[in-house]
């Protein structure tokens, strides 16, 4: 069997069946908390947050050393990363709300002060003598070596409380996220949420950490809502659809890696995401590229069929190619250029619609009906028979039976 | 009109009152957009907050309803803190102020003026759905429920905006420009909404920026420009005189004389 497709079955041995089966939850859990932050517009505080674990992580790591531990215990550099996180997202708070810095000059300088330093404490602890510090630079990019039982069982212990928590505050987040001036005046602590839905995010960024590495992590936050946005016009149904994206690219992306040694974890489940989103992009049915431009050459031909017509009704020649082969595919024209029966009967149409809708805006000027007038919208797609009836008196005898 | 110290206590422990607010300073920096204001809203009144761009009208309601801080103030809703009191009352934010290109549809966000009542894990019910239905019909918006609301146009997102505040059931509705860049069928359908509001013993206070409007929807008026210039029945107070001392000069006379109004001064 090829070594992917084993890894895919869960048969490629007891490790990578678990962290595939653990970065499926984490995916998930990831896709959900993420829609919120995307629907909130706050998507880049993800970035600050997971930044934020850097220095955390090396000084948990020397920490525990110091204490004649392992340093590479993964609650505990899960504890100190945290720690480092809420402090990043603190200051991004603090420096948005209480200085005149925007947000995302807050989320650049705290992204960028907090990896640095974390950068020089890994260069610290490579050169000290303790603590078997190999492994460290995997929560860079994320790595499933030497992933213990242990590890997997907090991965997926982590996913399931933040997918909880996204169950129970679904509502408000929503709310806040949508009108945070209706929630306030409803009496909800918007302030209190927003922080809620980042320490979701932070619990997410912390128990992924291991699996997906802290500077790719941002990924499964963003791009799986983004994904589902192309599906769906519905918040709650997005939230679902997203933690779907994230479950398949996590566990697809992790059976991937594990299936040839030294393919990082953390890249791979990125690109698998982002295939999803490639797909959704061209494809999704209404949002969509291909559905757009399909959509676009329709409306454009119903445009030139309809200016063609009125032309064809007035007797002016027409010069435009793309108009003439509207015509003449519709029927409206023959191959040489006069007009068939149908043409003319149609053309007589138009104008008929035309001259009545003319009509109907003088009549209905301050009604919202006149603004349904585009050149294109039919007559009788707007007015009832009886209104018709009415704008027909007022154009004189003239019927359009007449004019055909 | 602004009752004394002792007074105005009694007034705050008036129960039958909807809305009194007291005192009320809002600056943006150092800057204040509101001064100092003191306020009465009778109960089954509609008022009218009136005054040029800048006077804070909004944010005399946002600083009401807590939604922006305040730095001086307070406010008492039937008698009680707004904090024992927001079940009563259901408020229309200004349509520009939201995204309408965020993912629900026209159901989703009336649905939303029942999250209060649904909890944070309750299920719609059945009579629940009918409820919302019934708000979507007082605003002539029951077709188009199931609708993106991004395909909406701007008379038909404030219709919605309405319908979520109708699924409050509230006694104290404030709304902030209802009547903003919507088209006359839209206005025509959220003064009816109102008027039956009213009918049904309920209070309305409303942002309004149409002085042409005003003698026809409002009984009452708040004229303000950063501090309160008068407040009473549209009558006696939507006066010229009044309303050259809130606007000054911003306000042409031709356009106080095209009102139509008594010149005696309030």
């Not at chain 2, 649904?118 to 429920?145: I, P, W, Y």
Request: hydrophobic share 50%; proline share 4%; net charge positive.
């Amino acid at each position: 069997m090829h070594p992917i497709l084993e890894a895919l079955l869960l048969s490629a041995g007891y490790n990578s069946a678990l962290v595939a089966i653990g970065a499926g939850l984490l995916g998930a859990a990831a896709g959900a908390v993420g829609t919120f932050l995307f629907l909130r517009k706050r998507s880049l505080v993800s970035d600050a947050i997971s930044h934020a674990t850097l220095p955390g992580i090396g000084l948990a790591f020397i920490l525990m050393v110091a204490l004649g531990g392992d340093g590479r215990n993964l609650l505990g550099l899960m504890a100190g990363s945290a720690v480092t996180a809420w402090l990043g997202l603190t200051l991004v708070e603090w420096a948005s709300r209480r200085t005149r810095l925007a947000e995302d000059a807050a989320i650049g300088a705290v992204l960028s002060v907090f990896f640095g330093f974390g950068i020089v404490l890994l260069t610290v602890i490579q050169g000290m003598s303790a603590g078997k510090q190999a492994g460290l630079q995997g929560y860079l990019l994320g790595s499933t070596a030497g992933m213990l039982l242990q590890d997997a069982v907090v991965i997926a212990v982590g996913g399931l409380l933040a997918a909880a928590v996204v169950v129970l505050l679904r509502r408000p987040m929503t709310l806040v996220s949508f009108d945070p001036e209706f929630a306030a005046a409803a009496g909800y602590d918007v302030r209190r949420i927003d922080l809620a839905m980042l320490g979701l995010v932070m619990a997410v960024t912390v128990v992924g950490l291991k699996l997906v590495g802290l500077v790719l992590i941002v990924a499964l936050l963003i791009i799986p809502p983004v994904t589902a946005r192309f599906w769906t016009n519905r918040s709650d149904v997005a939230v679902l659809l997203s933690a779907a994206f994230g479950a398949v690219s996590g566990y697809v992306g992790s059976s991937i890696s594990a299936s040839a040694p030294d393919l990082p974890t953390g890249p791979i489940i990125v690109l698998s995401c982002f295939a999803l989103f490639a797909v959704s992009l061209l494809f999704a049915p209404d949002r969509g590229v291909v559905a757009s431009l399909v959509r676009h050459r329709r409306f454009q031909l119903k445009v030139h069929r309809r200016q063609g017509l009125l032309a064809l009704a007035h007797g002016e020649p027409i010069y435009d190619r793309l108009t003439l082969s509207v015509l003449k595919r519709g029927g409206y024209l023959r191959p040489d250029g006069v007009p068939t029966d149908l043409g003319r009967d149609q053309a007589a149409h138009a104008y008929w619609d035309e001259r009545r809708w003319e009509v109907a805006r003088r009549i209905h000027q301050a009604e919202a009906l006149a603004g349904r007038y585009d050149g294109l919208t039919p007559m009788e797609a707007v007015f009832t028979a009886d209104e018709i009836a009415a704008i027909d008196r007022q154009l004189g005898p003239v019927s359009p039976a007449g004019r055909t | 009109m602004t009752p004394d110290g002792s007074a105005a206590k009694v007034v705050e422990e008036d129960p039958g009152l909807p809305l009194a607010v007291r005192g009320m300073t809002v600056a943006y920096g150092e800057k204040p957009v509101v001064f100092s204001v003191d306020a009465r809203f009778p109960a089954q009144s509609m008022t009218a907050i009136i005054g040029p761009n800048g006077a804070g009208k909004s944010t005399l309601l946002k600083a009401t309803l807590g939604v922006v801080p305040s730095l001086s103030g307070s406010v008492s809703v039937y008698g009680q803190p707004i904090a024992k009191a927001r079940h009563r009352i259901a408020y229309v934010p200004q349509r520009a102020s939201v995204d309408w290109d965020f993912p629900a549809r026209v159901v989703d966000v009336v649905a939303m003026g029942l999250y209060r009542e649904l909890g944070l894990l309750g299920m719609v019910s059945r009579k629940q759905r009918a409820t919302l239905m019934h708000c979507l019909e007082r605003v002539n918006m029951a077709d188009f429920a199931g609708r993106q609301i991004g395909q909406l146009s701007g008379g038909q997102q404030q219709r919605v905006f309405l319908a979520r505040a109708l699924a409050q059931n509230a006694d104290l509705y404030l709304l902030d420009e209802p009547f903003a860049g919507v088209d006359a069928a839209t206005e025509r359908a959220i003064i009816d909404v109102l008027k039956g509001l009213k009918a049904e013993r309920r209070t309305i206070v409303s942002v309004h920026h149409d002085l042409s409007t005003v003698t026809d929807y409002f009984d009452r008026v708040l004229l303000l420009n950063i501090r309160k210039i008068a407040e009473g029945p549209t009558a006696t107070t939507f006066t010229a005189a009044n309303l050259q001392a809130t606007y000054g000069g911003r306000l042409a006379a031709t356009q106080i004389n095209d009102l139509g109004l008594a010149h005696a001064g309030a």
